[in-house]
C-alpha cells in the first residue's frame, strides 16, 4: 500500500504511463521511473487504482458529501438535560 501522498501532476503521469503500457501495471511502474527518475516509485496497484476510479466515477476525487455525521448535531431534548442540570445544581452551588 502507497504511504506517499501523490500530487495530482504525478498521478496523472502515472495514468498516461499505464495507458502507454496498454494497461499493464509492471510496464507502466516501469515507464513511470525511466521517464520520472527522481520521484518516489508507486506501487504496482497504485495504476489500477487509478484507472479503476476514473472508470467507475469519472473523478479522482473522493465524494465526502453525505457520509458521515453532520458537523452539527442538534439534540434539543438533551440540550434542555443539560441545562437542567446546570441550573439544579451548578448554580446553587455558587449561590446564584
Known sequence: MDRHEYMWNEIAD????Y?????????ARRIFH???????LP???MSVN?????????SLSTN?????????LQMPQFEEEVLDV???????????
Not at 502515472?14 to 504511463?17: F, I, L, N, S, W
Open 14 to 17: 502515472m495514468h498516461r504511463a
Open 19 to 27: 495507458g502507454a503500457a496498454l494497461g499493464n501495471a509492471t510496464e
Open 34 to 40: 525511466e521517464r520520472n527518475p527522481n520521484r518516489t
Open 43 to 45: 506501487s504496482l496497484q
Open 50 to 58: 487509478i484507472d479503476q476510479r476514473l472508470c467507475d466515477s469519472g
Open 64 to 72: 465526502t458529501r453525505d457520509t458521515g455525521l453532520p458537523r452539527q
Open 86 to 96: 446546570f441550573e439544579e445544581t451548578l448554580l446553587p452551588a455558587h449561590g446564584m
